[in-house]
């Protein structure tokens, strides 16, 4: 990426309309703070890519009481890519709604976006997202990925992902995932002499780790997402 | 226009039937309440179908058969290649009721009498085994459901009635047409399906084969009861004409140790809005949807599954696989959703869409919504055209581009195909065949 | 008789193919080899007619017709045959009615599964391949040795003209070369006539089938062509000496 912009989360309502002008690559990270405790907070992003842009976007939310987010990439011109990765771990009662909309119009598009958390206690998560690939738009390649831990029976999850393509010559896949941590991994760990709790924190550490160390400017982010959960 | 539905006709129905005063006030009920009840907002376009049209649609005495002359070129010449015996050929076209297979249900009759098995059309059920309707009728889909269970509850007419008692395992799949008089392969088909505990059985309704109705309404209403481990599989293969609604409302309830397979093939109709649903209720049952559509030009297939887990340790699968050809559309819509409180969930849900040419269309539309922790929960979903590999692949070996489509598009249904007792599977495989010819323009 | 006259070919907008001539004569055994991305494969796939590879100028003729408009699957019906370096995936088609609708096309006309199994059976037990293989999806789960087996098999039942073979060898063990080398032995046995030109890297399947006439690819090119004193050569200093020299 060209250059890495850190955003910092605004306390009252955020509109953002961002356009990535063409052959520029640029990555944003956005996370609450610890000020943001008790507080709710609704972002929108409406992020628009000319020719050959390459935006990155890290949001990652642990403090907030309940979060709104709404993010569009609207990949409008040829070659444009976007990728868009949104991390929470969730407490207490906690709730994120996410709700992101990827549009291919553009040939040769490519966009991406991963939802990915943990909830504990009565945290709640609701992902609503939307592949939109518009006619005439071929060799579009789109993908979607949403995945919960939960480690609280009174945790929930909604997650409605949604395709819908107007051309053939594409590429959709999306997924949808929501679990515990795997009983054969824990037992893998433990068996090689480390304790339940350490065990956890590494798992919890490479949930989030790829995701998050795709960015730069952000290790402390996952220092404060394991702490967080474990 | 006419309105071909209010109290009169219903009350009518009702003593035509010669049926108890519960299932006439039943039917009054659930008149008012599809009076009541908007159209719905979401799902296939139903614009065409206002509620005033649906009035003007229902024919509830007496269905007019055309004759041979009056049923489409298109749909005669199906028949032609699809090698459907003549006799047959009439029955599915609406112009006669009678033919062979009369005999072999009253043999069949004869063999399930001694087990203590079912097997009727719905009117006669009510009469010989009232106690059974009291006691299940309209309580898996109640009339305030939706719009078109409420009609269907209202004015329905014919359909199944399947009972089997506790232990029996009918070896031998049940075909709705074994029963088929003429009140049947009607508008408003409703089938109520009983299996005791431990019991098997494997119904089968529809065919391949086109089938040809004036009336463009088709709303029919499946209740399905599996008592503690029994086991129900219920095989649906669609092929309505083009100029068809086909508004279903399917749903089963899997009591403790049960399993419930809904197997469901959609071919034809101008719009189907069908999403079988099996409720697990009971611990450790299992419930498995394994849907297939294929929207041509003019079709919209609006279909998927529906899976709710209330019980500990209890499985399911969904596999939904759909194309879309010649500007068709096909959407998948889906529901999983697990109870709070539950341990032991286990569900696996895979989509997957074929998109031939640049005026077709797809959609996938699931919901998933679990509030308990002990889950294992999997969705994917994809949506491509046929590879260009595999293309190239086939034709390299001597098949040509139409032909190579026709194989991958076989493979890529042959998990449904698998399921399908061994005629309907040939015939499934030769109607996409069929089906690729026409696409290439 | 097989003429590549002046091809060139591109793979969006990059050029593969540069200028390549080449005479395959009836009855010998051709192979071409190359380091990677030396063009040998885009060379096999333009044979065939792959879509994705762009003829900007040349001609291949084979039987007096020249193909190069035709499209794949009536290349394949005129007696070419590709077995693919990376044999593709069908879900869902068995490998039995694969190989009946297969056997139906050759012979123009229905064959029963009975009557097919009579002509694979034995050429199962020639490549090595088990009876179990005919439930199984085209290619699903094979094993490298299975897909170039299954490769064989299927130019062994279409009896071609000229077999390309693209990297029999890659990922095949010891005895799976064995097998598939005596397969091909067996055919020219059968079929003297038969052209047969080897895609390969390695040179150990050709222990087993002498080659008359070795050519080099290196960067679209053919470089060189020699018979198989070339190989020494090659194992000895590489591909490098033939490098053309700009």
Not at chain 1, 57 to 85: G, N, P, W
Not at chain 2, 413 to 430: G, K, S
Not at chain 3, 225 to 242: H, M, P, R, T
């Amino acid at each position: 990426m060209d250059k890495t912009i850190i955003i910092p989360l605004q306390k009252d309502n955020q509109l953002i309309d961002l356009l990535i002008q063409h052959d520029t690559s640029v990555s944003y990270v956005i996370s609450d703070q610890e000020s943001f405790a008790g507080q709710s907070v609704k972002i929108s992003y409406r992020i628009r890519m000319q020719q050959r842009a390459k935006v990155e976007f890290l949001l990652a939310f642990l403090h907030v009481q309940s979060c709104t987010i709404d993010i569009e990439l609207d990949c409008s011109d040829d070659y444009s890519s976007a990728a868009v990765v949104v991390l929470y771990g969730l407490s207490g009662s906690q709730s994120v709604t996410i709700n992101t909309v990827q549009k291919h119009v553009g040939k040769h598009t490519t966009s991406s976006v991963v939802a990915r958390g943990i909830l504990t206690d009565q945290s709640q998560v609701k992902y609503i997202g939307l592949i939109s690939i518009q006619p005439g738009s071929s060799k579009a390649n789109a993908g979607q990925e949403h995945a919960t831990i939960l480690l609280s029976r009174h945790a929930k999850v909604v997650s409605i992902p949604s395709i819908e393509v107007l051309h053939h010559d594409v590429q959709c896949l999306h997924g949808s995932a929501i679990g515990k941590f795997q009983e054969q991994q824990l037992w893998y760990l433990q068996s090689r002499g480390l304790t339940q709790a350490v065990a956890y924190r590494l798992l919890v550490h490479s949930f989030f780790a790829q995701y998050v160390n795709r960015f730069s400017q952000s290790d402390r982010l996952l220092e404060s997402l394991c702490k967080k959960i474990v | 226009m006419q309105k071909g539905l209010n109290k009169q006709i219903v009350t009518q129905i009702s003593a035509q039937k010669n049926e108890p005063s519960w299932m006439l006030d039943f039917r009054l009920k659930s008149l008012d309440l599809f009076e009541e009840k908007p159209m719905p907002s979401w799902g296939a376009d139903l614009s065409d179908l206002s509620a005033d049209d649906i009035h003007f649609y229902v024919k509830p005495i007496v269905e007019k058969r055309a004759s041979w002359d009056d049923v489409p070129l298109e749909i005669q010449q199906t028949f032609e290649r699809l090698g459907v015996p003549q006799a047959e050929r009439t029955m599915l076209a609406g112009v006669s009721a009678q033919f062979e297979s009369e005999v072999i249900y009253k043999r069949l009759k004869e063999r399930w009498a001694n087990k203590g098995v079912v097997f009727l059309d719905t009117e006669t059920g009510l009469k010989e085994y009232p106690e059974l309707f009291e006691k299940y009728f309209g309580t898996v889909i109640p009339p305030h459901d939706n719009k078109f269970a409420a009609l269907n509850s209202a004015v329905w007419s014919g359909g199944s009635f399947v009972y089997v008692p506790a232990g029996v395992r009918i070896d031998q799949p049940l075909q709705a047409y074994f029963r088929i008089n003429s009140a049947s392969m009607g508008q408003f088909e409703r089938t109520l399906i009983i299996a005791e505990p431990g019991s098997y059985i494997h119904y089968v309704e529809g065919c391949s084969a086109p089938v040809y109705r004036s009336n463009s309404l088709h709303s029919a209403v499946v209740e399905i009861i599996a008592l503690p481990g029994a086991h129900v599989r219920y095989t649906t293969i669609q092929n309505w004409s083009e100029n068809v609604y086909n508004l279903v409302t399917k749903r089963a309830i899997a009591h403790e140790g049960a399993t419930v397979e809904w197997i469901d093939g959609n071919f034809g109709s101008k719009v189907t809005m069908k999403y079988p649903c099996i409720v697990l209720k009971g611990k450790q049952s299992k419930g498995q949807i394994v849907s297939i559509a294929v929207a041509g030009k003019g079709q919209h297939q609006d279909s998927g599954g529906k899976i709710i887990h209330l019980a500990d340790d209890t499985t399911s699968n969904i596999l939904a696989k759909s194309i879309s050809k010649h500007g068709g559309r096909s959407s998948y819509r889906g529901l999983l959703k697990v109870a709070k409180n539950l341990k032991g969930i286990v569900s696996r849900v895979q989509c997957d869409a074929l998109l031939l040419d640049e005026l077709s269309r797809s959609d996938t539309y699931p919901t998933i919504d679990i509030a308990a922790d002990d889950v294992d929960i999997g969705h994917e979903a994809s949506v491509s055209k046929i590879s260009d590999e595999q293309i190239f692949y086939l034709m390299s070996r001597g098949f040509s581009e139409q032909q190579a489509q026709a194989m991958i598009v076989n493979g890529f249904i042959d998990c449904f195909v698998q399921m399908l007792p061994m005629e309907y599977a040939v015939e499934i495989n030769r109607l996409i065949e069929l089906e690729m010819e026409d696409s290439i323009g | 008789m097989f003429y590549i006259s002046n091809l060139s070919v591109a793979v969006q907008d990059r050029t593969v193919l540069q200028n390549c001539s080449i005479t395959f004569q009836l009855g010998k055994v051709y192979v071409i080899m190359g380091p990677n991305g030396s063009g040998k494969s885009s060379l096999a796939a333009t044979i065939m007619g792959h879509q994705g590879y762009q003829i900007l100028s040349g001609s291949m003729v084979f039987a007096d017709t020249d193909i190069v408009a035709m499209p794949s699957h009536q290349r394949a019906i005129m007696g070419i045959f590709l077995g693919l370096q990376n044999p593709t995936e069908i879900q869902g088609l068995s490998v039995i009615h694969f190989l009946k609708e297969l056997c139906s096309l050759r012979d123009g006309k229905a064959i029963s599964v009975a009557d097919m199994m009579q002509q694979v059976e034995p050429l199962l037990q020639l490549v090595g391949l088990p009876q179990s293989i005919m439930q199984r999806y085209v290619n699903v789960g094979f094993s490298g040795g299975e897909k170039k087996r299954f490769e064989l098999l299927q130019m062994l039942l279409l009896r071609p003209k000229i077999a390309i073979l693209d990297e029999l060898d890659s990922g095949v063990d010891i005895d799976g070369l064995k097998d598939l080398a005596n397969g091909l032995l067996w055919y020219r046995q059968q079929y003297p006539d038969t052209i047969l030109v080897l895609v390969t890297h390695y040179r150990h399947i050709l222990n087993y089938v002498h080659p008359d006439v070795i050519h080099i690819m290196i960067d679209g090119s053919l470089v060189a062509v020699g018979d198989s004193s070339l190989l020494d050569a090659i194992e000895k200093d590489g591909y490098e000496q033939y490098a053309k020299r700009s």
